[in-house]
């Protein structure tokens, strides 16, 4: 089977119409442990104009081995990168929706902190649904895309840069309780994850809300 690869087509068909094309992509909605992040990526014209990097696919495509260079070369790539989190106690405390949109929210003012201006942006957004003016943001011209980190290379780019950093936070939190493998599991649902859960009970980096009390996953 093959896997397509991301491209810039509907990047420079905005770029026609704006100076600035951002990419959203999300990380970690499905884990029962752990944050939420928000990739956001920033290109221009010129970017759009070079040659998509090698092996960028949407982060649950590329081998987990492979995502930090990847990642590295598309950080590069684009003019400008950020990353936005909700942590656990957000999601229980507003939702998952709604935890996401603040993510999308930081995610886009870190790309402010590095220059970008952000209004002046077409932002796709990875999904059918916009919580990211759901969340409160105004100004901004925010479009869903069913598949873009498939199909959008800043998408894919957004996604890969989201998964790897949310990764790496996940691996240095293994140190605080090391008994729920989440240098392994990244905090998803795994065999090995709910079996901890079965017999230590939850973390303060757990998703309390989500019905994962020990009594109902098995």
């Known amino acids: 089977m093959s896997v397509t690869e991301p491209r810039l087509t509907l ?51 590329v081998p ?68 990211i003016t759901a969340a409160g943001a105004t100004g901004l011209t925010v479009r869903p895309v069913v598949k873009a980190d498939r199909d959008c290379a800043s998408a894919a780019a957004a996604s890969v840069i989201a998964k790897v950093a949310r990764d790496t936070l996940m691996i240095g939190l293994h140190d605080d309780a090391p008994e729920y493998g989440w240098a392994r599991n990244k905090g998803y649902a795994s065999l090995d994850h709910r079996t901890a859960i079965r017999e230590h009970g939850l973390s303060p980096h757990h998703r309390a809300s989500w019905a994962i009390e020990p009594a109902t996953l098995f």
């Open 64 to 131: 987990e081995a492979r995502r930090p260079d990847v990642a590295l070369r598309a950080g590069s790539w684009v003019l400008a990168s950020g990353v936005g989190w909700a942590s656990a106690a957000e999601i229980d405390d507003v939702g998952i929706m709604r935890a996401l949109g603040l993510a999308a929210v930081r995610a886009l003012a870190d790309l402010e902190a590095h220059g970008i201006e952000i209004g002046e942006a077409i932002v796709i957004l990875d999904g059918n649904h916009d919580y």
């Open 11 to 61: 990047e420079r068909r905005l770029l026609r119409e704006v100076p600035l094309v951002i990419a959203c992509d999300e990380v970690g909605r499905g884990a029962l442990a752990g944050p939420v992040a928000v990739g956001a990526t920033a290109i221009d014209a010129p970017r759009a104009r070079k040659r998509v990097p090698a092996g960028l696919r949407d982060s649950k495509l």
